[in-house]
């Protein structure tokens, strides 16, 4: 009986040591497959950030001579918290100390401004952010301060003061938009609020911001193909 445990035992050595082979190499695939997947994403990050800077760069010009990049997004941030604390003090509600502002090259729906909004879940109905498209508020300094900034304070108020119900024939927007708003933005010093719920930008640098951005991402793309053929 002695030959055959020897055959088995040598069988079952060689399909362990092939079985190791075998995950080795997957393994070693793997290996080589998440390189090049982190390359690609890096490839892609890099492509995004230079759309980015490029875009940043040219709404610069436009921005209040003499002042950084920090200098301008510190001063939307000490005008939203001093709306913020005008209105919380007279309505009599605890200071809220506003999240620093978020400030992105899109923002949903195409907006200038966004707040988080009050029917969020849970863990963020206390933990309000204002989120600013910063293409646009470099190139629209002024129109941010006065118009967008109140306008997402407005929502931050009109959640801090409790939130708005939403009514069954309204819209999201119209709800958000709805009186409370309204009479936060009056609060506020304006005269028809109505007429600041849309912002009448000019969107056209958005729309170049975007294409220049999937033209280098898809650029790094091929590039990246070319390299790997
Ligand atoms: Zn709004």
């Not at 390189?35 to 995004?48: F, G, K, S, V, Y």
């Not at 950084?68 to 919380?88: F, H, N, P």
């Not at 056209?204 to 590039?223: D, F, G, Q, T, W």
């Amino acid at each position: 009986m002695k030959w055959i445990n020897r055959i088995f035992v040598t069988t079952l050595a060689a399909s362990v040591l092939f079985s190791f082979a075998v995950c080795v190499k997957a393994v070693s695939d793997v290996q080589t497959s998440q390189e090049r997947l982190n390359e690609t994403l890096e490839l892609i990050d890099n492509a995004m950030e230079d759309a980015y800077d490029e875009a940043i760069r040219t709404a610069l010009v436009y921005a209040p001579d003499g002042l950084s990049i920090y200098q301008l997004r510190g001063s939307a941030q000490k005008e939203a918290q001093r709306l913020l604390d005008k209105i919380t003090d007279k309505r009599g509600l605890p200071r809220y100390e506003l999240n620093a502002i978020r400030f992105a090259g899109v923002l949903r729906d195409g907006a200038a401004g966004t707040a988080t909004n009050c029917k969020d879940p849970e863990g963020l109905r206390w933990s309000f952010t204002i989120s600013l498209n910063e293409i646009l508020f470099f190139r629209n300094y002024e129109d941010f301060i006065y118009i967008v900034i109140p306008h997402e304070v407005a929502h931050i108020v009109s959640c801090l003061s409790g939130g708005f119900d939403k009514k069954d024939d309204e819209t999201p927007s119209q709800a958000a938009h709805g009186e409370e708003w309204v009479q936060i933005m009056k609060e506020l010093g304006f005269v028809n609020p109505e007429k600041y719920i849309e912002h009448d930008l000019d969107m056209v640098p958005i729309e170049m911001y975007k294409r220049n951005l999937a033209n280098k991402v898809s650029e790094a793309l091929y590039r990246d193909e070319d390299d790997k053929e």
